[in-house]
């Protein structure tokens, strides 16, 4: 069973709806991430937050909204979208985002599948 | 910048044969690096992990990993694949002070053949 918890596993919207996706994870992690996924290919980096504030950018459109709440939340606030912005958004946790990264790996969630028509 | 190369887009094995899936990286100092597993709708589940030490790692479900700096390698074997190994498998780098920032590889479809 996976640490970090996704909701919802499967999302339906249209283009003009404004819709959330929740990331939840109970490890301590202080770093928290959201990535896309599009089919068969790797997933790419969009925000990266680490103690509960924004550190990466990955230049998303602004359609795309991330909030941390807390320590242990990650929302990513979805309005206005396009039907290629469909794809499987992963949610993922470290314990940090310090130099030793390899003492800190990343844990990902099972993801949204987001399909917007 | 860091990027990783898969060579082999898809690989088919028979149940109990030996696995070797490829992955080069490009990276200016000592890399971390990663090797992730993706089943079908699934996240990724982290198999095993390099950042120093020992060049050949051990991992989850009898995988194992070696560093090949002279090759710019960390190729991912495993003796005896069971069917259940069938899945996208991703070799990933981390650059020291990246802010966690992981370059993935294309990945790796691997199908067994029963």
């Known amino acids: 069973d996976t640490e970090v918890t996704q909701t919802p596993k499967h999302l339906v919207m249209g283009m003009t709806n404004k819709k959330s996706l929740k990331c939840e994870q109970h490890?301590?992690?202080?770093?928290m991430y959201w990535y896309k996924q599009k089919a068969k290919k790797p997933p790419e980096l969009m925000f990266v937050y680490s103690y509960e504030k924004l550190s990466i950018n990955e230049s998303v459109p602004s359609r795309f909204s991330p909030e941390c709440p807390n320590s242990s939340l990650l929302n990513l606030h979805l309005h206005a979208l396009q039907p290629e912005d469909s794809a499987l958004y992963l949610c993922?946790?470290?314990?940090?985002?310090?130099?030793?990264?390899?003492?800190?790996?990343?844990?990902f969630g099972n993801g949204t599948r987001l399909t917007v028509t | 910048a860091q990027s990783v190369t898969q060579p082999d887009i898809h690989i088919t094995v028979s149940e109990g044969a030996s696995l070797e899936l490829r992955c080069n990286y490009s990276y200016g100092a000592t890399p971390y690096l990663f090797w992730y597993v993706q089943s079908p709708g699934q996240g990724l589940q982290l198999l095993l992990k390099y950042f120093s030490g020992d060049t050949l790692v051990q991992g989850i479900k009898g995988f194992e990993a070696e560093f090949k700096r002279s090759q710019s390698s960390f190729n991912l074997r495993k003796p005896s694949v069971h069917w259940s190994d069938a899945a996208e498998y991703f070799c990933a780098v981390g650059a020291t002070g990246g802010g966690n920032k992981l370059t993935f590889g294309t990945g790796t479809q691997l199908k067994v053949e029963l």
């Open positions: 993922a946790s470290s314990r940090g985002t310090d130099r030793d990264l390899g003492n800190s790996p990343l844990h």
């Open positions: 490890m301590g992690h202080r770093a």
